[in-house]
C-alpha cells in the first residue's frame, strides 16, 4: 500500500467506532471467501487484547455464510493465571457448538528428534547421532514444545549443538547438562509463579521438596499444617492446569494408610526452578520434615524407600540416617542387580562418613561400606581394578581398628581374590593360609569350603596340583549342598 493510500484510510477509519471496525472486518473477510475458502491462523492469543477477543466473538457468532476457518494457540494456563477474557469466550462457544478447544499433547522422543533433524537438516537423524539427543531433550522438558524450544536454542546459543551435524554426528549429550535450564526457560516458570498467592507458592515449594509426584501428607508435614488444606490447594492449581494435575491413586497411599490424594509436576522444570529458587536453610528444613514423615509412616518398611530418604537426609545433612539410608539403597540395588547404582550410593555413603570424627562407630559402619563397595566394584569393572583394591585395603586397615569382625574374612579374600587374578603368586599365598586359619577359628561353617577353595587355587597355580586337591576335597567335605544350596 502506498504512503497515499494509507493515509487516506487512516482519515476515513478516524473516529471509527469499535463495533464498526468488527463488521468491516466479517465484511473484508466474506468477501475475500467468496471465491475460495481461507484459513485465519492467530498464534499466542493468550496475549491478545480485548478488541481481538470480541472480534473472534462476532466472527463465531455471524450467521452471514462464509468459508472461513479460524485456527487459534493459546497456553491454558497463561489464560487462567491473567483472567483472560478468552478463556470465558472459549466456554461460551464450545456451549453452542460454535468451536472445539483441541488440547495439544507433548511430544514423544521420537517427534523431538524429526524437530531436530527438520531443523538442522541431517539426512538421516540416526547417523547424526540425533536420536539420543531426541531421548535427552524429551527427557528434561517431557516433550513440552516451548520447553523443548527454548533447551534447543539454548544449547545452540552455547555452541553445545549446531549445524555441524551435517558434516559430522553429534557428540552424546552429557548427563551434566540436564539440570542446566535455559535462563529464557526459568525466566518463564518465574513469572507464572510471580502469579500465584503467596499460600500457593509456600505449597508449591514444599512439594517441589518433597518429589516429583507426592501426596498432600508429605506437604503437610513439610509445611506443620492440615492436610485437607494442602488438598483444597493442589487441588485448585491442578483444576486450573496450573504447574500440578491430580494423579489418581489407587487406595491408601503407602503403610501410612491414610486417603490422601497424589499430585504430579506437570513438567520437571517447575519442580526444579521451585526447589532452586528456596533458601538453603529452608529447603534443608523441609527436606528433613519430609524425610522424617516418610521414614514414620513407612516404620519398619522404610528400607522399601531408602533411596527416597537418602535423598532427603543428605539435603537436610542429616549425616547418620543419611549414611543409613544409603547403604540401605545400596543393598536394595545389589538384589536387582543394578550393581553400578549400588556403587555410587556405597561411595556416597563413605563420602558422608569422610567429614565425621574419627570414632568406633564410624570406623565400624565404614568397614561395612568398604567392603560390601569392593564386591561391588568387582562385579562392575574387574578383580583387579584399583579401586578394588583401595577398598579391601581400607577394609583390611578398619578391621585393625575396630578389633574382632566378621567383615575381616572377605575384606583379604578381596584381596586375595586381587592377587590371585593378577597372578601376584607371592602375594597370593600368605593371604590363602590366613583365610584357612581364620576360617578355622569361625564358627560360620562356610568359610571353610572359600578358604580350601583359595589355598587349592593358589597350590595348583604354583604347580603343586596334588596339593592342590588334596584342598579342594577337604573343601568339598566341609560343603554342605543342602545348607547351602544357592
Known amino acids: ?113 524429526h524437530y531436530l533433524a527438520a531443523r538442522f537438516g541431517p539426512p538421516e537423524p540416526q547417523a547424526a547421532g540425533l536420536e539420543a539427543w531426541g531421548r535427552f531433550i524429551h527427557g528434561c522438558t517431557d516433550g513440552n514444545p516451548l520447553f523443548m524450544v527454548a533447551m534447543v536454542d539454548d544449547l545452540v546459543i552455547r555452541g553445545v549443538i549446531g549445524e555441524a551435524c551435517l558434516e559430522e554426528p553429534w557428540p552424546a549429550p552429557s548427563a551434566d547438562l540436564a539440570g542446566e535450564l535455559p535462563e529464557s526457560l526459568r525466566q518463564l516458570i518465574v513469572d507464572q509463579l510471580d502469579r500465584l498467592s503467596e499460600e500457593e507458592r509456600g505449597v508449591l515449594e514444599a512439594a517441589s521438596v518433597a518429589g516429583r509426584e507426592f501426596s498432600a501428607a508429605w506437604v503437610a508435614a513439610a509445611l506443620d499444617t492440615d492436610v485437607v488444606e494442602i488438598e483444597d490447594c493442589c487441588e485448585a492449581l491442578a483444576r486450573r492446569h496450573l504447574f500440578l494435575f491430580l494423579r489418581p491413586a489407587k487406595g491408601p497411599t503407602g503403610p501410612e494408610r491414610r486417603l490422601t490424594e497424589r499430585y504430579r509436576f506437570l513438567h520437571a522444570p517447575y519442580q526444579q526452578v521451585l526447589s532452586e529458587g528456596l533458601p538453603a536453610s529452608r529447603r534443608r528444613q523441609l527436606h528433613r520434615r519430609v524425610g522424617a514423615s ?113 567383615h575381616l574374612f572377605p575384606a583379604l579374600f578381596g584381596l586375595f581374590r586381587f592377587e590371585i587374578t593378577r597372578a601376584e603368586l607371592q602375594g597370593a599365598p600368605p593371604l590363602a593360609e590366613r583365610l584357612l586359619r581364620l576360617a578355622q577359628a569361625q564358627p560360620d561353617p562356610l568359610l571353610l569350603p572359600a578358604a580350601h577353595a583359595a589355598l587349592g587355587a593358589t597350590l595348583f597355580h604354583l604347580g603343586k596340583p596334588a596339593a592342590a586337591r588334596r584342598q579342594v576335597e577337604q573343601g568339598l567335605r566341609a560343603y554342605d549342598r543342602h545348607q547351602r544350596r544357592h
Open 1 to 113: 500500500m502506498e504512503e497515499a493510500e494509507r493515509e487516506a484510510l487512516s482519515r476515513q477509519l478516524f473516529g471509527s467506532t469499535q463495533d464498526r471496525m468488527a463488521r468491516e472486518l466479517a465484511g473484508a473477510l466474506e468477501a475475500l471467501t467468496v471465491e475460495r475458502p481461507l484459513v485465519l491462523w492467530l498464534e499466542d492469543l493468550h496475549w491478545s487484547d480485548l478488541s481481538t477477543v470480541d472480534a473472534l466473538a462476532m466472527l463465531a457468532r455471524r450467521r452471514e455464510p462464509a468459508r472461513l476457518l479460524v485456527v487459534g494457540t493459546y497456553r491454558p494456563a497463561d489464560v487462567i493465571a491473567n483472567g483472560h477474557p478468552l478463556r470465558a469466550l472459549v466456554r461460551e462457544l464450545e456451549a453452542h457448538a460454535q468451536c472445539r478447544d483441541l488440547p495439544l499433547g507433548f511430544l514423544t522422543p521420537t517427534e523431538v528428534t
Open 294 to 406: 516418610k521414614e514414620t509412616a513407612f516404620g519398619s518398611r522404610s528400607a522399601d524407600i531408602a533411596a527416597e530418604l537418602a535423598v532427603h537426609f543428605e539435603a537436610a545433612r542429616d549425616g547418620p540416617r543419611a549414611v543409613h539410608y544409603l547403604g540401605q539403597a545400596a543393598q536394595n540395588a545389589l538384589r536387582r542387580s543394578a550393581s553400578r547404582e549400588a556403587s555410587d550410593l556405597l561411595t556416597r555413603a563413605i563420602e558422608q562418613l569422610e567429614t565425621w570424627p574419627e570414632t568406633p562407630e564410624r570406623a565400624q559402619q565404614e568397614l561395612s561400606l568398604q567392603v560390601s563397595l569392593g564386591a561391588t566394584l568387582s562385579m562392575t569393572q574387574c578383580y583387579t581394578a584399583p579401586e578394588v583394591k583401595r577398598a579391601y585395603d581400607r577394609a583390611h586397615a578398619l578391621c585393625g581398628q575396630v578389633g574382632e569382625s566378621p
